[in-house]
Nanobody, 125 residues
Framework: QVRLVESGGGSVQAGGSLRLSCAAS????????MGWFRQAPGKEREAVAA???????YYVASVKGRFTISQDNAKNTAYLQLNSLKPEDTAMYYC???????????????????WGQGTQVTVSS
């Protein structure tokens, strides 16, 4: 049974950092396109970053240089390190997976087969 469980969200002040985790089960995360998305109240879900095979990474322009996506094969877990956080980063963050697939068209939500329940990130000014 495929499952994605996010953790690590919280409330921080602007300029702070958080590390989000996405623990995967039922498939190999290293063989999947693992994506992070976020959704703020009243807005559409948007892509943030994605990773394939532990080394091929993708970022949306607004987070490039501040966020880092990574994977731990032994733990079958993907991470999103959030640095230099801004109030506009406030959102529910979701992990998504497309097993046995590289990250073509990675920003599209339809690209992914499985989603986690989300973890809230709140950044105050």
């Amino acid at each position: 049974q495929v499952r994605l469980v996010e953790s690590g969200g919280g409330s921080v002040q602007a300029g702070g950092s958080l590390r989000l985790s996405c623990a995967a089960s039922g498939f190999s995360a290293m063989s999947a396109c693992m994506g992070w998305f976020r959704q703020a109240p009243g807005k559409e879900r948007e892509a943030v970053a994605a990773i394939y095979a532990g080394t091929v990474t993708y970022y949306v322009a607004s987070v490039k240089g501040r966020f880092t996506i990574s994977q731990d094969n032994a733990k079958n877990t993907a991470y999103l390190q959030l640095n230099s956080l801004k109030p506009e980063d406030t959102a529910m963050y979701y992990c998504a997976a497309a097993p046995m697939s590289p990250c073509g068209a990675w920003p599209l939500t339809s690209r992914y087969n499985y989603w986690g329940q989300g973890t809230q990130v709140t950044v105050s000014s």
